[in-house]
């Protein structure tokens, strides 16, 4: 059966999948990212985990990797996150090397949004934008199934939006970017120094999750809090419901996509910060016209997006390319 070699290398783990044309897995392999080795040692447990799940009829490899990434050379433009070093290595030409069949490289933000598109919760979307919450704010621009990169593959940085002109500096060097006040880790903060400042009376809930440091909160606690009932814990994502609708509005306006889908972590609770934000937006944070035609999802592949992003990646430049109809 053709097949193509998914690959999603992250700071902390690796994934490669063998991934059909319909997105299925067919079979997988991960193993720790071996950051502390340096670059080679990384960049062999690739190779070493591309061969392990290839079969003779594997006709290309993608990878996605943190980081901005020339799509068209498979090579860093700047640092990879969280990986020092790799930005030396040609990440598509070793891979290549190695494997012996064409490879493909790109950012894992614009990869997990290539994944929901094509089979997640934006399938069928015709523009999708993906923004994925957590320790800052990634994401990807997904037209006409195709990854939109802009004019020097950074197309998709929705956590440096400005949404405070006046605001704090980000580690960027931009002033209010949104990262700053709709990531999880801004809600983090935002619960760490609601709770420092009160007087005790009413956070019992998150004081118990936290186990007494306030040092410990986090968005997830928060939400968890929320979901029994706290009313201290549901005060803050109104709260943080604000910023994170003035970010999102910025991008319906600008994009007027038909889906955004939102990841990471506090994807899981958008049960309960989807109504609080589609409130903010209804409220004239969006142009209504806009907001209209655009449905605001959670993430659906998990863990799997990389992978499954990166497979599509590769099946996609096949197909530019004519191989795939040589298959």
């Known amino acids: 059966?053709?097949?193509?070699?998914?690959?999603?290398?992250?700071?902390?783990?690796?994934?490669?999948?063998?991934?059909?044309?319909?997105?299925?897995?067919l079979a997988r392999q991960s193993r720790s990212t071996p950051v502390s080795e340096g670059a080679e040692r990384v960049a062999a447990a690739l190779a070493a985990l591309g061969a392990a799940v290839r079969d003779e009829e594997s006709a290309a490899v993608g990878v996605v990797s943190p980081g901005m990434i020339d799509a068209e050379r498979g090579v860093f433009v700047g640092e990879a996150c969280n990986i020092p070093g790799m930005e030396k290595v040609p990440l598509a030409g070793h891979l290549a090397e190695a494997l012996g069949v064409p490879a493909f490289a790109e950012n894992d933000g614009n990869g997990a949004a290539l994944a929901e598109n094509w089979i997640g919760a934006a399938r069928g979307a015709k523009i999708c934008v993906m923004l994925t919450l957590g320790t800052?704010?990634?994401?990807?621009?997904?037209?006409?199934?195709?990854?939109?990169?802009?004019?020097?593959?950074?197309?998709?940085?929705?956590?440096?939006?400005?949404?405070?002109?006046?605001?704090?500096?980000?580690?960027?060097?931009?002033?209010?970017?949104?990262?700053?006040?709709?990531?999880?880790?801004?809600?983090?903060?935002?619960?760490?120094g609601a709770v420092a400042a009160s007087d005790g009376s009413g956070i019992e809930k998150l004081i118990e999750l936290c186990r007494g440091d306030v040092r410990n909160l986090s968005a997830k606690m928060v939400c968890e809090a929320a979901r029994a009932g706290d009313g201290f814990a549901s005060g803050l994502l109104d709260q943080f419901a604000k910023p994170l609708a003035a970010?999102?509005?910025?991008?319906?306006?600008?994009?007027?996509?038909?889906?955004?889908?939102?990841?990471?972590?506090?994807?899981?609770?958008?049960?309960?910060?989807?109504?609080?934000?589609?409130?903010?937006?209804?409220?004239?944070?969006?142009?209504?016209?806009?907001?209209a035609g655009c449905r605001l999802?959670?993430?659906?592949?998990?863990?799997?997006?990389?992978?499954?992003?990166?497979?599509?990646?590769?099946?996609?430049?096949?197909?530019?390319?004519?191989?795939?109809?040589?298959?």
């Not at 059966?1 to 897995?25: C, K, S």
């Not at 197309?155 to 970017?177: M, N, P, Q, V």
């Not at 972590?265 to 209504?288: F, K, M």
Request: aromatic fraction near 6%; charged fraction near 20%; hydrophobic fraction near 45%.
């Open 1 to 25: 059966m053709a097949n193509v070699i998914g690959i999603d290398l992250g700071g902390t783990n690796i994934l490669a999948a063998r991934v059909d044309e319909d997105g299925r897995i």
């Open 136 to 192: 800052g704010i990634g994401g990807g621009v997904i037209t006409a199934g195709r990854i939109y990169h802009g004019a020097g593959y950074c197309a998709g940085e929705f956590g440096h939006l400005s949404i405070d002109y006046r605001g704090g500096k980000c580690s960027c060097g931009g002033t209010g970017c949104a990262e700053l006040y709709a990531s999880a880790d801004a809600l983090a903060r935002l619960a760490q």
């Open 247 to 291: 970010t999102l509005a910025s991008v319906i306006n600008a994009y007027n996509p038909d889906c955004i889908v939102l990841g990471g972590g506090l994807s899981l609770s958008w049960d309960l910060l989807g109504p609080r934000v589609e409130r903010e937006l209804a409220a004239g944070r969006a142009l209504p016209a806009a907001l």
């Open 297 to 327: 999802v959670p993430a659906k592949l998990g863990d799997e997006a990389g992978v499954i992003g990166a497979a599509r990646l590769a099946w996609n430049r096949l197909k530019a390319s004519g191989i795939s109809r040589r298959l």
